[in-house]
Nanobody, 117 residues
Framework: QVQLVESGGGLVQPVGSLRLSCAAS????????MGWYRQAPGKQRELVAT?????????ADSVKGRFTISRDNAGNTVTMYLQMNSLKPEDPAVYYC?????????WGQGTQVTVSS
């Protein structure tokens, strides 16, 4: 089993920045793709960005050029980050960490991002 702990959400002003973190521990061997998804009230969960074990990244069109996904392997923990810049009114949502390990998918508990002046 992979344990996922997210952090970094909060309130930010428009065009501000936030960095989300997702720490994966436990059975981390075999983790392939990690990603961030988000879900706004009344909307379906959507892909924000993914990163493979080889470092290849993929972004939703709506966040390209503003968000950067990265990951760091250190010992028994793999940490994934999402640097979010130039936040817009359409970005607020609960952001979820997702991990694909072999053929199993795990989700984090979610962290709220709010954009407001």
């Amino acid at each position: 089993q992979v344990q996922l702990v997210e952090s970094g959400g909060g309130l930010v002003q428009p065009v501000g920045s936030l960095r989300l973190s997702c720490a994966a521990s436990g059975s981390i061997f075999g983790i392939r793709t990690m990603g961030w998804y988000r879900q706004a009230p009344g909307k379906q969960r959507e892909l924000v960005a993914t990163i493979t074990s080889g470092g290849n990244t993929n972004y939703a069109d709506s966040v390209k050029g503003r968000f950067t996904i990265s990951r760091d392997n250190a010992g028994n923990t793999v940490t994934m980050y999402l640097q979010m810049n130039s936040l817009k009114p359409e970005d607020p949502a609960v952001y979820y960490c997702n991990v694909l390990r072999f053929t199993s998918t795990s989700w984090g508990q979610g962290t709220q991002v709010t954009v407001s002046s």
